[in-house]
């Protein structure tokens, strides 16, 4: 015996119900619902859906699907993770590595500049800006994605909410230039450190930011086949 589509509709509202807000994860948690009433009704063909379905949700525990959301958190951080490593090992490439030495210079010769913290409020100025006018846009993006299909994935919304926490992140670093002391940035061991550091915090904010954001579509294709239908 299987599930009507009605039935299989009444278990996509039935996980709203209990807080899954993200599309893919309703949909394996159906899934999973409907293994478990079909396998029910083998057993005992009479029982109505609602016990069924009652019976496999009970299966979750106490929490209900709470583990399941943070576990499905957990692989989808872990697969963003996957992403960005993927887009930074590129930048050690030729020609990309180049561009990396070029970034290292430009902030090594800003901590050894008399104007350390003139070039940091200008560097600031500069970030806040382009950030500003990159979030509308994504924001824009994301709210049309969402509007054509009326679900959320949750793929799609940490691409959108990693590029701004790099963001935020990248501008903090770069506010605490101004506590940083002469007599600190009188080390040359620490002004390469420094430097590298910072090299390789404006390439992630530059891929979180822009290159991963800008491969949305092609990524949640790739993890949602369901995605483009």
């Not at 709203?16 to 409907?34: C, G, N, W």
């Not at 951080?77 to 210079?105: D, H, M, S, T």
């Not at 901590?111 to 003139?118: K, L, N, P, Q, V």
Request: net charge positive; glycine share 4%; proline share 2%.
């Amino acid at each position: 015996m299987k599930l009507t589509e009605s039935q299989i509709q009444e278990l996509y509202t039935f996980t709203r119900q209990h807080f899954v807000e993200h599309y893919d994860l309703q949909t394996e948690l159906v899934d999973h619902l409907a293994n478990d009433i079909e396998t029910q009704w083998q057993e005992q063909p009479k029982l109505s859906f609602e016990n069924a379905k009652n019976k496999a949700f009970k299966k979750f525990g106490i929490f209900g699907f709470m583990d399941a959301i943070e576990q499905k958190g957990k692989a989808m951080n872990k697969r963003y993770r996957g992403y960005l490593w993927n887009e930074l090992k590129k930048w050690f490439e030729i020609p990309q590595v180049f561009a990396i030495i070029c970034l290292f210079l430009v902030f090594y010769l800003s901590f050894t500049s008399s104007f350390a913290i003139e070039l940091a409020i200008a560097y600031y100025v500069i970030v806040v800006v382009w950030s500003m006018t990159k979030s509308f846009m994504l924001n824009k993006q994301f709210k049309r994605r969402k509007k054509a299909s009326n679900k959320k994935w949750l793929l799609e919304e940490m691409i959108f909410k990693q590029a701004g926490g790099a963001s935020l992140f990248f501008l903090s670093q770069i506010y605490n230039i101004h506590l940083l002391t002469g007599d600190f940035l009188s080390n040359s061991y620490v002004i390469i450190l420094l430097s590298m550091a910072f090299t390789i915090i404006a390439l992630v904010y530059y891929i979180s930011f822009e290159l991963i954001p800008n491969k949305a579509e092609k990524l949640l294709n790739e993890t949602y086949p369901e995605f483009s239908l």
